[in-house]
């Protein structure tokens, strides 16, 4: 792949390969490190930056601390007809998922609708890489999961909520999926980190200092203050269904309930997830993936330019053609994780 002085170019394979070494040497089994890496990488390629190779570095100081099972055995349990429970033992929740996955669909297809609850999780990567493969084969897919204490409810005091992501998956006749992937809360804690080391100020109404009091200011926001939900009491409300969705359904924690302050270095959340998987070639009628290409014609006509997912879309074309853009610096830094 083509490269320059500051930025090099890496292929999919390339990138992900160097991943895996990374979490091979910090402890992760090897299938935890294809999952893993894997994930990581696609990330990267779609431009997904803050659940890109900028994670890596909370991933292994995770893995030090102990914090996290690098080396769980994922327990997948066949419930019911239209339900699967994975006890991710203390393990990351993308090994789980892939643990339960032909199962999951073999359900979906054969009930119409199923439901994948994974409790005892960590993740701490970027939503869509769960839910758009689902779409990929025809089906529907819909995937919440909380995250760690660091968002006010709209009309509260203090943080209770995580960031707590909603992500969406549908086929679309002629075209990619439509997927949309959203933090409930105004930005995605990632982001605020990116800011933070950036040097840059964040738009009003995403957050709060120590003192409770609107801050633009990133490391105010991470040292002692909060974020808030996104849309007020309307994204508030969503947070609390991903609590009770992801968490009080899975059996997992909420982003409240775990305490990682004796494992200094841990950044990956102890919660849960649920994925809900549906065969929309159950519901009769004109095909599914017809009227969401019927559905996004009309978005067209009526001048939106944009869908969710369109960045990503283009940017993987961008990084499939002239490889996954990396500064030299950091992929210097990369390398030098491999053990
Ligand atoms: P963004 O606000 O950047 O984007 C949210 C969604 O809206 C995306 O699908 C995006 O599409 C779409 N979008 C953005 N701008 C527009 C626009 N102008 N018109 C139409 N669509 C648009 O994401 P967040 O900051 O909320 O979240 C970032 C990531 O953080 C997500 O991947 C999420 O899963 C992850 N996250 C993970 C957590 C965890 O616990 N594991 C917790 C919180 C967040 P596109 O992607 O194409 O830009
Ligand atoms: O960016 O908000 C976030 C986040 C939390 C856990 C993983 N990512």
């Known amino acids: ?178 997927v949309f992937d959203l933090a409930t809360s105004a930005i995605a804690h990632g982001d605020v980190q990116i800011a933070a080391r950036k040097g840059e100020l964040l738009a009003p109404g995403m957050g709060v200092d120590s003192l409770g009091q609107p801050t633009c200011e990133p490391k105010a926001i991470l040292n002692g203050g909060a974020l808030l939900p996104f849309g007020g009491h309307k994204g508030s409300a969503l947070s609390m269904m991903v609590e009770l969705l992801a968490a009080a359904l899975t059996g997992g924690n909420f982003s409240f309930e775990f305490d990682w302050s004796q494992h200094p270095g841990a950044q990956t959340p102890w919660t849960g997830q649920l994925v809900i998987v549906i065969d929309p070639s159950k519901s009769g009628g004109n095909s599914f993936a017809q009227r969401s290409a019927e559905l996004v014609r009309q978005m067209h006509a009526v001048g939106l330019e944009r869908l969710p997912g369109d960045r990503r879309y283009r940017t993987r074309a961008k990084s499939l053609a002239a490889g996954i853009p990396l500064p030299t610096a950091e992929l210097a830094k990369l390398r030098e994780l491999v053990i």
């Open 1 to 178: 792949m083509p490269s320059s002085p500051d930025t090099a170019h890496l292929s999919l394979a390339e990138l992900s390969h160097l991943l895996q070494r990374i979490f091979l040497g910090h402890g992760t089994s090897p299938a935890v490190a294809q999952v893993l890496a894997d994930n990581c990488a696609r990330a990267e390629r779609d431009g997904s930056h803050s659940h890109g190779v900028f994670r890596i570095a909370g991933y292994l100081s995770s893995l030090a601390s102990g914090w996290v099972d690098g080396q769980a055995l994922p327990v997948v349990e066949d419930v019911a007809s239209g339900f699967v429970r994975v006890d991710a033992a203390n393990g990351f929740a993308q090994p789980a998922l892939a643990a339960a996955r032909a199962l999951l669909v073999e359900k979906a297809r054969s009930a119409g609708i199923a439901v994948l609850a994974i409790r005892n999780s960590h993740h701490f990567a970027a939503l869509w890489p769960d839910v758009e493969p689902f779409a990929e084969e025809g089906l529907v897919a819909l995937s919440v999961v909380n995250s760690m204490t660091c968002v006010v409810p709209h009309g509260a005091q203090r943080p209770l909520f995580g960031t707590n992501p909603i992500a969406f998956a549908a086929p679309r006749e002629g075209g990619d999926p439509i």
